[in-house]
């Protein structure tokens, strides 16, 4: 397995999809005149789509085999830059066939006299809309191209921070809870909560997803360490959504309580009226 800067090989493929970018714009804005002149100008961008596609090779050869293949999701990367290559040898195949479609002066075989001229014009008349179809089914594969790279770069920064918040998370042991905590977190993990306050007192309050109350205390302890998060974006007075967070589902999982878990009913509001009939 070969070590390789992957920083710089992102860095790398944003510029390839700048190239392709580039190269995309100069593509589409590209007018032909059929003949010498055409000629000139497909073959320059020929040879400037073919240097791409080497281009791609070589960030494709310099990613597999390198430290990138231990991390998960880097096969379908590897198989996008794959077709990034792929996108780029049609786009030089299609400018090889708008050159073949550019009529080019030379002396024809002997046979009877002809109008030069409107023999010319007559093809000249036939290469315009054909080559100007090879130029957009290029400008196409380019476009393709120069969206994978920009894609394949985001994939790669995001993947390689996941893998190493991954691997920091295995090697940090897990957060150690009390048992109270222990027994919002399993209510919790069966389906969240919410947490909000009685508006006219201001007092706050939370419960599960059954509506059995939460210990508000425990909850902040919880909330300040990170194993519960909570959805701001919602006033507190609508009601905030809680969740467990991943530091949240690994102390969950390796506390082991001295006692069972302990729920709270909720008490609605037709049962508290029986309860205080029978009490009367």
């Known amino acids: 397995m070969q070590q390789i800067d992957l920083n710089a090989e ?14 995309h714009s100069e593509i589409r ?3 032909l ?26 960030r494709l ?16 990367t590897l198989e996008a830059l794959a077709s990034v290559a792929l996108a780029a040898s049609i786009a030089a195949s299609d400018l090889a066939c708008a050159l073949e479609a550019n009529p080019l002066e030379g002396a024809a075989f002997p046979g009877p006299p002809t109008d030069e001229a409107a023999v010319r014009q007559a093809r000249h008349a036939e290469a315009v809309p054909a080559m100007a179809g ?15 790279c920009y894609y ?39 389906g969240g909560g919410t947490r ?45 959504r809680l969740r467990i967070t991943a530091e949240g589902h690994r102390a969950l999982a390796q506390h082991k309580p001295t006692t069972a878990p302990t729920r709270t009913a909720a008490v609605t509001p037709p049962a508290a009226k029986q309860l205080a009939g029978r009490t009367r």
């Open 10 to 23: 992102i860095a790398r493929l944003r510029q390839l999809g700048s190239d392709f970018e580039d190269l």
């Open 29 to 31: 804005s590209l007018t």
């Open 33 to 58: 005149t059929p003949g010498t002149d055409a000629r000139q100008q497909l073959t320059s961008k020929i040879v400037a789509t073919h240097e791409l596609v080497q281009q791609a090779m070589e």
């Open 61 to 76: 050869g310099a990613l597999d085999g390198s430290q990138y293949t231990a991390v998960p999701g880097s096969r379908p």
């Open 134 to 148: 090879h130029l957009a089914d290029a400008a196409h594969q380019l476009d393709l191209a120069h969206t994978g």
């Open 152 to 190: 394949l770069a985001s994939g790669i920064t995001r993947d390689l921070k996941q893998h190493a918040e991954q691997n920091q998370s295995q090697a940090t042991p897990p957060p150690k809870i009390t048992d109270s905590q222990y027994a919002v977190l399993a209510r919790l993990s069966a």
């Open 196 to 240: 909000y306050v009685i508006s006219r007192y201001g007092v706050p309050k939370a419960i599960d997803k059954d509506r059995a109350t939460v210990n508000v205390a425990t909850l902040n302890a919880l909330i300040k360490r990170g194993l519960v998060a909570v959805d701001t974006t919602t006033p507190l007075h609508q009601g905030q």
